[in-house]
């Protein structure tokens, strides 16, 4: 993967087979590809690791016909499938840990390869929220930045509108067949346009509740930064703004007075040391240093140092040990290290079976639970 | 005036009529006092700098008769004239290079021994901008900050009103016979049950436009923290912010919407490093760690070294090589050292001269020009 080259048509299919089979995120993705050289001897692979990491039953992998089937009906909706390290994959995108190994991407790739800054918010909007969004999101536009948001109500939809005729990208919590809300399909269509929209998820993926936070990780990864304009305590909002700032993008956060409760969680933001902003040339401002020269440089898979999860073969009181360590309690994988004195390659090793049974949740900043 | 002790009647009489003599800031009352020992030896000495330094006539000496009248009109009032260095005197508008050599104070000595913050903000303040500050000014008084402010319109009164109880501080612009806005008597007198107010003007001055930036400085000198609460672009919540920021004071901003013209000014300080507040915890957890053991430490004269302005005897040519390099634009006191190649005792000296004469203006920032 440390190439920019394109998949073959089968690869396609065998990746699309892997990230869509039950228990495999983008980091297991990336560690059984670095692994086994390729998605079709990952998928060989599955079975033997799913029963050492103590699956229930045997592993359920995406079929041959089903991802055929997501191919036929994804070509029909002007869909195509963009794979991480192919040079169509958005270059920030590609920086973050768990990049989603493939994108499915309806509209203009063009706008994915502009420096993009993320405008979002709270759904229910202020009119003054509103309208200071749209004047934003224009003069970014207008300044060369594509503008990245959720399509939701509220504020991402003005960002999204202003900046329909300079490019825009929707990220989206469901699939492309599922448009949410459904009252924004016609935005959406016109999002198409010079824009795109995104998504990790398959077609006919109905969003629940807990997509969107898995969703904002992608809002961030694609931008350089982040501007949350209104959002109230323990909002969505929130949460990217955090994404964004583990991941090392930039935040900015929009004032509003101490009365106003939508300004709640953006004025705490700028206490945490988020830029405050009050108009595009903030903005654009902190943004220059970063995209002078380093914006062009090519998006390469980062190189991993030492054995890899797999590259090492746990021994079965090994397993037993990291797995004893494990609850329903999250904890780090440098403290599993820690106390189970194993190699981080072996614990690595022992967290992928046991994702790949099925038995293993894994949290922000490192941490993991068993199921 | 390194000791804490009281002046005597004569002694105050004295100082009244030296402060309040034409062309006598507190810089150079300061400079007379620590070279002629005494305001009354300062007072014999004035006909003969003015000389030196070119007055157009005789020294307008303020006479014994009428200091004499402003004390006995300030008894009637209630007015006590405080000197720096002597107990009663704020400490840390002490600690200000150009302080006040007499507080004339009306009211309740005691606040002015506590550790005060000053809230101020724009005249037509907003009815969000009027309760914010009531509760900020409620919870800071409650916490056992004095409050200062500057008895206007909008802001300044509601932070007097909501402090009522717990002790606030008003600085005039003007003297104490002339309270401005006169529809703030009722205020004034109700400020004056806990609190006091405070000027450096004579007791019948009329206070004009550019007295105000000069009041500014005792607002922000009197106070550990300035908060500004609502200010609009250039205005005078500005200036006090400044002065407060030269002056070693915490400056503290309450933001509000970028759409808000009336936070313009506020949403710009902390842009430029101001603390964004949004509740009086914001500023009690700034200002604790200075207040912690510094609070209390004893108000002493700034201890001067090597030799100060008429210490030293300037003669004719160094005289007219500095006036020379002075003209109607602003020049730092550092540059004229450098470029007349004297020292900085003859310089300030030659300054102080040309001050006692009525042909120096002094600017902030150590910056002088010719009149």
Redesign the interface.
């Known amino acids: 993967m440390g190439e920019r080259v394109r998949l073959s048509d089968e690869q396609r299919l065998d990746w699309l087979r892997l990230i869509r089979t039950e228990n495999i995120g983008p980091r297991t993705f990336r560690d059984l590809i670095n692994h086994y050289g390729g998605a079709r001897a990952a998928l060989a692979a599955l079975p033997a690791l799913a029963r050492r990491g103590g699956a229930a039953g045997p592993a359920r992998i995406f079929s041959r016909e089903e991802a055929e089937a997501e191919l036929k009906t994804a070509r029909a909706l002007g869909v195509e499938f963009v794979a991480l390290g192919e040079p169509d994959y958005p270059p920030r995108l590609q920086m973050i840990d768990d990049a989603p190994p493939l994108l499915a991407v309806r509209g203009k790739l063009a706008v994915l390869m502009r420096p993009c800054v993320a405008v979002v918010g709270s759904r229910n909007a202020s009119a ?2 509103a ?2 969004t749209e004047r934003l999101a224009r003069d970014l536009g207008q300044a060369g930045f594509g503008i990245v948001s959720g399509l939701a109500r509220g504020i991402d939809a003005a960002a999204h509108r202003a900046s329909l005729a300079t490019g825009t990208v929707a990220v989206l919590a469901g699939g492309h067949e599922h448009i949410y809300p459904a009252e924004h399909v016609d935005l959406l269509e016109a999002i198409l346009r010079e824009g795109a929209a995104i998504t990790e998820m398959p077609l006919a993926w109905e969003p629940r509740a807990h997509d969107f936070p898995r969703r904002n990780r992608l809002i961030s990864g694609l931008s350089v930064g982040v501007v949350i304009v209104e959002a109230a305590r323990r909002s969505g909002s929130l949460i990217t703004a955090r994404l964004a700032g583990e991941q090392g993008r930039e935040v900015f956060a ?7 409760p939508r ?2 969680g953006t ?1 705490g933001l ?2 945490q040391g988020a830029t ?4 595009a040339a ?1 903005v654009i401002a902190a943004l220059q240093p970063i995209l002078g020269p380093g914006y062009d440089l090519p998006a390469q898979e980062p190189a991993f140092e030492g054995p890899g999860p797999l590259d090492v073969e746990p021994g079965d009181d090994e397993r037993a040990r990291i797995t004893g360590l494990l609850g329903p309690t999250p904890v780090s994988i440098d403290d599993l290290v820690r106390l189970s004195r194993s190699t981080p390659a072996i614990v690595r090793t022992v967290l992928l079976e046991l994702e790949i049974a099925g038995r293993l949740e894994r949290h922000g900043g490192g941490l993991v639970s068993l199921l």
């Not at 929009?254 to 106003?260: A, E, F, I, N």
Request: glycine share 10%.
């Open positions: 003054a929220g309208k200071f929009v004032p509003g007075s101490p009365l106003d300004a709640e004025n700028i206490k405050l902003v009050t108009e903030d």
